[in-house]
């Protein structure tokens, strides 16, 4: 293979690798947001509207439904992130008890990471 042809591969698998990345990252950070937030009304209606040609009536009955359910969801992510918490630092407190002190010292740096990291899922409000 000519060594325009291996550039032209490596180009268009690096292009693939970085749209499946950023794709992943999107979804993940959609699906964040779903759970944080509740449901895009607009996007949803859109998209529904676009896949099953909703006349105006439905869409106003749509967008009633999902702002009941948004609320509903809401409550429900806050009462899981509660209880994912508890269990995460139950977690992570028996696992120190099998560390000695400098493995001790790096799990909680490590963990201190993550949750900076991770902040909707420590406990931790965003202001996004």
């Known amino acids: 293979m000519s060594s325009r042809a291996s550039w032209l591969v490596a180009g268009a698998i690096a292009g693939f690798l970085g749209g499946v990345?950023?794709?992943?990252?999107?979804?993940?950070?959609?699906?964040?947001?779903f759970w944080r937030e509740g449901p895009d009304i607009k996007v949803m209606i859109a998209k529904l509207t676009n896949r099953f040609q909703l006349d105006p009536s439905q869409q106003a009955a749509v967008r009633q439904v999902l702002e009941?359910?948004?609320?509903?969801?809401?409550?429900?992510?806050?009462?899981?992130?509660?209880?994912?918490r508890a269990v995460q630092l139950s977690m992570r407190s028996d696992i120190e008890k099998a560390l000695n002190p400098d493995q001790r010292r790096r799990f909680r740096e490590r963990t201190a990471a993550w949750d900076a990291r991770h902040p909707d899922l420590a406990g931790k409000t965003t202001s996004r």
């Open 21 to 33: 990345w950023w794709g992943g990252r999107h979804e993940l950070s959609a699906h964040r947001r």
């Open 68 to 84: 009941s359910y948004k609320v509903r969801i809401a409550a429900l992510h806050q009462e899981t992130r509660s209880k994912f």
